[in-house]
């Protein structure tokens, strides 16, 4: 009913950058906060930065700083500038929008940090 489509991960080394982008309808971005969560084998599903229609951001304090999230109404999608890696920001990266308390999630991209 919500799909959300993710894009824009890969591999980078440790310090390095990726832009992940988030669409979704023009409804959904118009009327709920969007966020973006990742998740590494063996560990819940955390947030990373969520954006609502009015431009409010929030982050996790882990990313504080290295991390920017952006809205682009014209496409339809949710930004994550991601800078400065760390291995530990290896994980795949979903993009998800909760309505009443169900979570809609789209397929995830993949972000690898290594050397």
Same mark, same amino acid.
Request: with cysteine; net charge positive; charged share 15%.
């Given at each position: ?17 990726l832009r ?5 309808? /023009? ?38 700083? /290295? ?49």
């Amino acid at each position: 009913q919500v799909p959300l489509v993710e894009s824009g991960g890969g591999l980078v080394q440790p310090g390095g950058s990726l832009r992940l982008s988030c669409a979704a309808s /023009r409804r959904i971005f118009s009327m709920y906060a969007i966020s973006w969560y990742r998740q590494s084998p063996g560990k819940q599903r955390e947030l990373v930065a969520g954006i609502t229609p009015g431009g409010d951001t929030n982050y996790a304090d882990s990313v504080k700083g /290295r991390f920017a999230i952006s809205r682009d109404n014209v496409q339809n999608t949710v930004n994550l500038q991601m800078n400065s890696l760390r291995p530990e920001d290896a994980a795949v990266y979903y993009c998800g929008v909760k309505i009443g308390v169900r979570d809609y999630w789209g397929q995830g991209t993949q972000v690898t940090v290594s050397s």
